[in-house]
């Protein structure tokens, strides 16, 4: 379970996050939206720790991540698989290496079964063979299937994906979207997906939370969302450049 | 008082020092806890000491030449042809070898370290270690660390060598100093003492440039000018703190001997 009370976070004095507060329970999924820039990636980040907040608590199965420890941290971090908006594959690495980094660091498996392990999530992310590619090799789509092969593939109980279809093509986001759905109910994991694209969102969200202007403006399932009459909701959801413009 | 800009400066100056003893500290930690990834411990020393071999030895060996030609000229005056050597022999030992080894170690090692954890840190690289619960001072800084307090020592000790011989040879050979005597008196005056000074001096250089280099991709600007930045500002940093901290060291060690 994930809850987040009344967190702030400002940068070089630019608030970026305030007094946002919500709760995730295990198994849910959750899609997090909102204009470029205002704040989801980083509200993202606080929630595996990579970002501490100026203030508020981020708590993980009741526990506090808040000021804890780089070192007690990285014992909570194992909980969590996280998919980057550039994949952030280690580039001196192939996808092999990739994919069993987190296998080799912290189980104490036989060469074989890492690559029996890898070879079988890399099946699951429609990515087989590719064991010997280098990361410079793999195309945008490709290179964030590896980075959720190799997020899944110690099965976390919870699955961050930060825009996880940002710069694909409509056919490529289809099938990570479809990636995601079958990751999240093959392992039963919790996922919270940042996105703004509203068809990720509507696909992978069984709740979507909104944030707008620092907070979160709008909780709720997606039929809620989209169908919103709020101005704020209908001009994010419609992709409307200017208000007025939707009184047309 | 001081100007903003300066009291700026200063206030900037003393926070990364304090950040770097953190790192430092956070690097203790982790060798105490024995967290070394031997594999990356491996190749580190393949990259900072093979590597480096070329550099290293084209720059001991024509210092050496340089210095031993410098000192023939002015001892030929007084009829000291035979003095040359010794004089090349301590100068390498204590301090041109370690500095100068350092010093090329730190352009092309230290400111490959920036670099490449500067381009991990722009690329959520680090990020992603983090996620996948590895701490970037275990896997990241460590190896590099160890590597580079084992590779500079040896450097140096090349660099030594590959100096007086070099010296030695255009003593003889260009300058027609009589080499019997040449390296006697090296032999002479070059005391053990004289080698040792030098390799604790490599071994501490090796750890700040590691460090330096660490620190500075670690703590990178976003994108390629926060990388190029880091890059620079490693190299330059290690070098001046080389230079600075050879100084103290040798005032520190040449009391220490004068005591034994």
């Known amino acids: 379970m994930i809850e987040v009370r009344n967190l702030y976070k400002q940068f070089n004095h630019h608030s970026v996050l305030a007094d946002v507060s919500f709760r995730i329970e295990n198994g849910e999924s959750v899609a997090i939206i909102g204009r470029s820039g205002s704040g989801k990636s980083v509200l993202l980040k606080h929630l595996i720790g990579l970002l501490q907040p100026d203030a508020g608590e981020v708590l993980i199965d009741g526990e506090s991540i808040v000021a804890m420890d780089e070192r007690r941290l990285l014992g909570v971090r194992r909980k969590f698989g996280m998919v980057f908006q550039g994949g952030a594959l280690f580039d001196s690495m192939t996808v092999a290496e990739n994919v069993a980094f987190g296998l080799r660091r912290h189980e104490h498996l036989t060469e074989a079964e890492i690559a029996r392990r890898v070879a079988g999530v890399l099946e699951v992310v429609d990515l087989p063979g590719t064991e010997s590619k280098k990361p410079a090799e793999l195309s945008g789509g490709m290179r964030k299937r590896a980075g959720l092969a190799r997020a899944i593939v110690y099965e976390p109980q919870i699955v961050l994906y930060d825009e996880p279809t940002t710069g694909l093509d409509p056919i490529v986001s289809d099938s990570i979207d479809q990636l995601m759905v079958r990751v999240r109910d093959r392992y039963q994991v919790t996922t919270v997906v940042v996105t703004h694209d509203m068809r990720t969102a509507r696909r992978v969200g069984q709740r979507v939370l909104m944030l707008h202007d620092r907070r979160i403006y709008a909780s709720g399932a997606p039929e809620e969302i989209f169908e919103s009459s709020d101005p704020v909701v209908r001009q994010f959801v419609d992709g409307v450049a200017d208000a007025k413009e939707m009184l047309i | 008082m001081l100007n903003p800009l300066a ?5 900037t100056a003393l926070i990364e020092l304090g950040q770097i003893a953190i790192l430092a500290k956070e690097v203790s930690a982790s060798v105490l806890r024995w967290r070394v990834a031997w594999r990356d411990l491996v190749y580190q020393i393949f990259f900072i000491g093979i590597k480096s071999q070329s550099v290293v030895l084209i720059t001991g060996a024509f210092t050496g030449m340089v210095l031993g030609a410098q000192t023939y000229f002015q001892f030929h ?5 035979t003095a040359t050597l010794a004089v090349v022999g301590v100068s390498m030992c204590s ?7 350092a010093l090329m170690v730190a352009g092309r090692v230290g400111a490959a370290i920036a670099a490449e954890l500067g381009t991990m840190r722009v690329t959520e690289q680090i990020d992603a270690l983090r996620a996948l619960a590895t701490h970037p001072v275990d896997y990241l800084v460590v190896p590099r660390l160890l590597a580079a307090h084992v590779a500079l020592p040896v450097l140096t000790l090349e660099a030594i060598m590959v100096g007086i011989l070099a010296s030695y040879v255009v003593g003889v050979t260009v300058l027609g100093i009589e080499p019997t005597y040449l390296w006697d008196n ?14 604790v001096k490599a071994f501490i250089y090796g750890g700040i440039i ?3 280099g660490c ?4 703590t990178c600007g976003l994108g390629a000018e926060g990388v190029g930045r880091a890059t620079t500002e490693a190299a330059v940093n290690a070098s001046i703190t080389i230079l600075i901290a050879n100084f103290f060291l040798t005032l ?7 005591l034994l």
């Open chain 2, 7 to 11: 009291n700026q400066r200063v206030r």
């Open chain 2, 77 to 81: 005056k007084v009829k000291m042809d």
């Open chain 2, 95 to 101: 301090e041109l070898g370690p500095v100068l080894t």
């Open chain 2, 186 to 199: 090296m032999l002479k005056y070059t005391h053990q003492v004289d080698v040792v000074i030098g390799l």
């Open chain 2, 210 to 212: 590691a460090l330096i």
């Open chain 2, 215 to 218: 620190y500075r991709g670690l």
């Open chain 2, 252 to 258: 520190v060690m040449g009391k220490l001997v004068g």
